[in-house]
């Protein structure tokens, strides 16, 4: 077999066309995991260009091809044996590109694009053979139809074969005309053009596969198999390791010693390390986020998942004077830190702050919180704490206000350049970066406008993955040590006091087909998901009680309930009653997410 790297340009200028054989399954990427994350890979290079900074080319993995006889004048094709999935998708991604462009008077780069989705087979009586890729049966018609359309419009009028299935090549295209469309921004501006020959060069040279080309002798079926079948991948920090040890063996170090005391627990430990754990939508080993965590922190700028190997390898090349020894213990060091988060009491205010951090689903600050707990995890906790404290506050903040968290990894690079460059790291330098933006992306909301949004957001339609977690905290901040502490289980869930179905227990006090009633009727459902009128239960007392009449559901709840937060509820519920303990909750609220107000320093 012989085997090349090569970028797109040199996979798709061939006239040629890469078939898929009928035993190969049909198309079956989908926007998550598989369109989206090759359109974060492609966009974080192209950004990469824009801002001037060296740009590395991202690997798509291995594609397997098979020779296959064609008679003399007839077009050269080769068979896929593995790879039909992402060609596909590129092919897609490419005549979208294509369109998008045509669309908007850029004809060059229409054509430029063209190149890479069209065979110019001037003698071919075959119209297919236009295609530089070939699905396997199942998908021809869809593939033609498609790459043919020339345009999103027509592409959505296209008959649905089954209504009930995905139609997944014609979504891919739409996918990537829009994703494009909505990068490049407003045509004609200067910046639109940079962007458009950013992303031709990107998609063009940036995209790397491995092209692995069978000969006559290779038993095409057998290495398909193993491919698919047998095949484990290696970890990025697989790669890594090894990277580091035939460094280690060069510098004429004992790497027995070596392994034993730096990386000895990664292999050993494979439960914890090579366990796949969720981060966003995506599962990866934790092993692969502590290196992506540790990237981001050593090197104060966003690394591509797909990339962490290059990242590190250039981390390590650029480190004059260091040994692979020194790069070992402090790898080692810093992942016994990220073991230790979660290894903090449940009780404790470290543990409440990673328990709380968790149900946010917001892990994009870990790289700072490598660094600052390993500084003062054991030597000074309360500085720890008051870190703790404010990030908590600004991401809960920020949460209730729904402000967007599409920004978090530049904003948490920004800061750890800031930190870095003044080489502090201190609770002080940390709260006035958190308070000096006035951004929306990037902003830690003020108490009015944390009251405003805690006072009518429907925190269980909008919020509600992180309104239990709300609710724990406000419950365990009215201990006061005069009452018993309740530990809160998994087992209590989310109860409406006035209950979703409110028309037969809880009538209004005007006509319902009345202007004064249909307007009372909509003050209700707007108070019904916000958090005054949301409490916990058990799971078995939250049915028992759910529709009823108020003072039966009150009876019942503080009969069995132990919890601060329902001891107090009134005798009488409306809408008057919810306002209030919305209130009541918000200032408890302010208590445990303070946010402090920023110093102004004063001029002589």
Known sequence: MRVDKLNLERVFD???RLEAPLFQRPYVWKLEPNWMALWESIQMVAERHLDGKLAHPHFLGTIVLDQIKTGLGQLHVRQIIDGQQRLTTLQLSLAAARDLCTRLNEHRYAKAFEKL??????????????FKVWPTNADQDDFR??????????????DHADK??????????LYFYETFDDWLGPAGTEEFQRRLEVLYGTMREDLHVVVIDLEATDDAQEIFETLNSLGTPLLPADLVKNFLFHRA?????????????????????????????????????????FLNHFLTLQRRDETIIAQLFSAYRDLVEEANGLRAADHMKRFSEYADVYEGFEQFPAESREGLFFYRLSELDTTTVFPLLLEVVKRYGTDDKDALREIM?????FFVRRTVCQLTAKSYNKFVVDLLKELHDANDYSPGLIRAFLLRSQADTTRWPNDEEFRTAWMTVPFYKRLKKKTRMILE??????????TEKVMIDSKLTIEHLMPREWGRHWPLTAAENTPEGREESDRREGLLHTLGNLTLLTKELNPSVSNGAWEKKLEAILKHSALNLNRTLPKQWNEDGIRHRAETLFDIALKVWPRPEPVVSSTS
């Open 389 to 393: 404290g404010d990030l908590e506050s």
């Open 249 to 289: 063996g060069h510098e004429r170090e004992n790497t027995r010693q070596l392994y034993e005391a730096c990386w000895q627990k990664f292999d050993s430990d494979k439960g914890y390390w090579r366990k796949e754990v969720r981060q966003g939508r995506l599962k990866r080993p934790r092993l692969d986020l």
């Open 117 to 130: 989705t069209v065979n110019d087979v001037p003698l071919s009586d075959n119209p297919d053979d236009a």
């Open 164 to 173: 009930s299935d995905d139609w997944l090549i014609p979504d891919a295209y």
């Open 473 to 482: 905290a406000l419950e365990l901040a009215l201990y006061t040590g005069k």
């Open 145 to 158: 139809t498609v790459m043919t359309a020339r345009s999103p419009a027509v592409v959505k009028k296209l």
């Open 14 to 16: 061939r006239t040629e």
